[in-house]
């Protein structure tokens, strides 16, 4: 079992930065790949961005640019810097770990960009 525990989410005005971490817990060996999705009131869960272990990087193209994932492996922990937020970033945000096949979810946490 894998326990993710977000981090960093909350209230920020349009052209604001937020940091968001999440670590995990648990039994394992490595992670394979961890990353942020986000899901907006009616609309369908996506990708924000994800890392592989060796630092490769995939980007949703609406936050390319403006948000930056990276982890420390020995922690077992992922980042997700924001930058530039927009109205439209407003979601909740989830943590995402890919551990051999399986994938495990964090709880969420909150974002919300408004004036």
């Known amino acids: 079992q894998v326990q993710l525990v977000e981090s960093g989410g909350g209230l920020v005005q349009p052209g604001g930065s937020l940091r968001l971490s999440c670590a995990a817990s648990?039994?394992?060996?490595?992670?394979?790949?961890m990353g942020w999705y986000r899901q907006a009131p009616g609309k369908q869960r996506e990708l924000v961005a994800h890392?592989?272990?060796?630092?490769?990087?995939n980007y949703a193209d609406s936050v390319k640019g403006r948000f930056t994932i990276s982890r420390d492996n020995a922690k077992n922990t992922v980042y997700l810097q924001m930058n530039s937020l927009k109205p439209e970033d407003t979601a909740v945000y989830y943590c995402?770990?890919?551990?051999?096949?399986?994938?495990?979810w964090g709880q969420g946490t909150q974002v919300t960009v408004s004036s």
């Open positions: 995402n770990a890919l551990v051999i096949m399986w994938d495990y």
């Open positions: 648990g039994r394992f060996s490595s992670i394979n790949r």
């Open positions: 890392i592989i272990r060796s630092g490769s990087t």
